[in-house]
C-alpha cells in the first residue's frame, strides 16, 4: 500500500519548480521587470537633477515609488504572463492540474510565486536605485518590520491581480492590458509624487485610491522615507489587506472557469 502524498509535499515541490525555472531564467527576468524602473531612475533621479531641471530632494519622494512600481510590475509579470501562456498556446496548465491537490491551491501556488519574484525585484533595483541618484535624504532602513509588510502585502496583492488578469484577459488581449490598464495604474499610482501632494486637487487626490499601485508607493514611503508626508500606515495596510482579497477572489473565480473549460 503506498502512503498517500500531502497537498503540502505536492504544493512545495510545485513552488520549487517555478522558483527553480525563475532563478534560472533570472537576468531575463530581472530585464523585463526592472529596465523600465531603472530607466526612470537615470532620467529624474540622475539626469534632470544634474542639470538643476528638477530639485535634487526630489529623489527622496521618488525612490520609494521606483520600488513600488518594480514590485508591482514583476509580481503582475511574473503571474498574468505565464498564465495566458499556459491556458494558450502551451497547456503546460493541464500538467498541473493533474496533480495531486485541490485546484484552488494550484492557483495560489502561482501567487506565492509571484510574491517572491516580485520580492526580489524590489530588492534588487533599491540598492541600483540608490547607487545611480547618490546620496538621498531622509532615507532611512530603521522600520524594517514596516518595509517587509508593505512589501509582502504588496506582492501577494499584485500576485493576486495578475493571476485575475491573466486569466480573464485572452493572450491576444495582452496589449489592451498593458496600454489600457498598467499604464494609467503607473501614472496615476503616486510612484512620482506623494498622494499628500495632490491635495491641491482634491478630486484628483480622492480619484486616484481606485489604484491599488497608489497604496504601495504610500506604504513604502512611510518605511524608507517617512520625512516625507504619507498616507497613515493603518489605511494603507487595511487598502491592500482589501485588494489581496478581492483579486484572490476574482483571480481563483477565474482560474477555475478556465480550468474546467
Given amino acids: 500500500m503506498t502512503d498517500r502524498v500531502s497537498p503540502a509535499r505536492v504544493f512545495a515541490a510545485i513552488l520549487l519548480r517555478d522558483v527553480t525555472v525563475a532563478r534560472r531564467e533570472l537576468p531575463y527576468f530581472l ?10 531612475v537615470i532620467v529624474f533621479g540622475f539626469l534632470l537633477p544634474k542639470m538643476g531641471l528638477i530639485q535634487r530632494g526630489y529623489t527622496t519622494m521618488m525612490l520609494p515609488g521606483i520600488v513600488a512600481l518594480s514590485l508591482t510590475l ?25 496533480a495531486p491537490i485541490p485546484t484552488p491551491l494550484v492557483a495560489v501556488e502561482k501567487i506565492v510565486s509571484g510574491t517572491l519574484q516580485g ?14 541618484m547618490g546620496p538621498i535624504p531622509g532615507l532611512t532602513f530603521a522600520h524594517l518590520p514596516m ?25 491576444q488581449q495582452i496589449g489592451l492590458m498593458f496600454s489600457v490598464i498598467l499604464a494609467p495604474m503607473i501614472m496615476f499610482g503616486c510612484t512620482y509624487y506623494p498622494w499628500t501632494g495632490l491635495q491641491h486637487i482634491p478630486a484628483m487626490k480622492y480619484a486616484v485610491l481606485i489604484n491599488p499601485l497608489v497604496y504601495v508607493s504610500e506604504g513604502m514611503r512611510a518605511a524608507l522615507t517617512p520625512s516625507i508626508p504619507h498616507m497613515p500606515n493603518v489605511v494603507m495596510a487595511t487598502a491592500l489587506l482589501l485588494i489581496s482579497a478581492v483579486f484572490l477572489w476574482l483571480g481563483l473565480r477565474a482560474f477555475d472557469r478556465r480550468a474546467i473549460s
Avoid: C, N
Avoid at 514583476?74 to 493533474?98: H, N, W
Fill in 74 to 98: 514583476s509580481a503582475i509579470q511574473s503571474v498574468a504572463l505565464p498564465m495566458m501562456a499556459d491556458f494558450g498556446y502551451t497547456k503546460e496548465i493541464e500538467d498541473r492540474l493533474l
Fill in 31 to 40: 530585464v523585463r521587470t526592472t529596465l523600465q524602473p531603472i530607466l526612470f
Fill in 147 to 171: 518595509l517587509l509588510l508593505v512589501t509582502i502585502l504588496s506582492g501577494f496583492a499584485f500576485s493576486a491581480m495578475g493571476l485575475f488578469l491573466g486569466t480573464a484577459i485572452a493572450p
Fill in 119 to 132: 520580492i526580489v525585484a524590489a530588492i534588487f533595483v533599491l540598492p541600483i536605485s540608490r547607487l545611480i
